[in-house]
C-alpha cells in the first residue's frame, strides 16, 4: 500500500477558529495562532488511516468561555497534539484580577472524535501568585449547553466541533492546585495546594490545605 508523508504550516488569526470549527466553547475576538502537523497516512479504500502529530501555538489572544461565560485574556499557550491525546504543556492567561498558569492532558480526545471512544477525563494544574475568587462565581454554577451555530450546510470541521463540546460536557474534570494567595471578600489564605474532581456538574474537594489567620 502508498504511503503518504506530509507536513502542514499555517499561521492564522484565532477568529478564523470560530468560523472553521463551528464550536461555541470558546470564542476567540483575538490573538494569532501557528500550527505545525506532520501526517503519514496509508490510504486503504475509502480509508485515509492517517497518523497525525504536531504543535499548536496561541500568542495574545482574547476569549470567552461559552459553557461558563467567562473572559480570558492574554492567552499564551503551547498544545502538542498526538495520535490520540492532546497535552497543553503551558498556558497562562488572565481573568478578571487572576493570573493562571496551567498545564494539562485530555486522553483519547482524538480517538473520542474519531471514532466517540475516550477516557473522558480532562487533567489540568494550575498554578497561580493571586486568585480573586470573585472571578471564578460563574465557573461554580451549572455549566450551561452550547448550541450549536446554524448552517445551511454542516461542514466536516462544524461535526469535529460539535464532538468537541460533547467531550467537555461527559468527560471528568480534576484539577491540581497550587496557589500563593487566595482571596474573596473579607476572606484571604495563603500556600493553598489541593485536588478538586468534578462529574455530572457536581464538585467534590479530595483534599484541600491552606494557610489562614496564622493558622494551617
Given at each position: ?30 490573538g ?81 472524535i ?5 477516557d ?22 451549572k455549566r ?8 445551511k ?19 471528568e ?44
Amino acid at each position: 500500500n502508498p504511503v503518504i508523508t506530509t507536513s502542514i504550516v499555517s499561521n492564522f488569526p484565532l477568529t478564523h477558529i470560530n468560523r472553521i470549527s463551528g464550536s461555541q466553547v470558546y470564542n476567540f475576538t483575538e490573538g494569532t495562532g501557528s500550527i505545525l502537523l506532520h501526517v503519514i497516512a496509508q490510504p486503504e479504500g475509502k480509508k485515509l488511516n492517517a497518523v497525525v502529530e504536531g504543535n499548536l501555538k496561541i500568542t495574545n489572544g482574547k476569549a470567552v468561555y461559552g459553557p461558563r461565560s467567562m473572559p480570558f485574556n492574554k492567552i499564551n499557550a503551547s498544545i502538542k497534539i498526538t495520535d490520540k491525546d492532546i497535552y497543553i504543556e503551558n498556558l497562562t492567561c488572565v481573568t478578571g484580577k487572576s493570573i493562571l498558569e496551567l498545564k494539562g492532558n485530555a486522553p483519547g480526545l482524538i480517538d473520542f472524535i474519531r471514532n466517540g471512544k475516550a477516557d473522558l477525563k480532562l487533567s489540568w494544574t494550575i498554578k497561580s501568585p493571586h486568585i480573586f475568587l470573585q472571578d471564578f462565581v460563574t465557573f461554580l454554577g451549572k455549566r450551561k449547553s452550547i448550541s450549536p451555530q446554524k448552517r445551511k450546510s454542516t461542514p466536516k470541521f462544524y461535526q469535529e466541533g460539535s464532538k468537541f463540546e460533547k467531550y467537555l460536557e461527559a468527560c471528568e474534570l480534576d484539577l491540581h492546585i497550587d496557589v500563593k494567595n487566595i482571596e474573596f471578600e473579607n476572606f484571604s489564605a495563603t500556600a493553598i495546594l489541593g485536588n478538586i474532581t468534578m462529574a455530572d456538574n457536581d464538585w467534590h474537594i479530595n483534599k484541600m490545605q491552606m494557610k489562614h489567620a496564622d493558622g494551617q
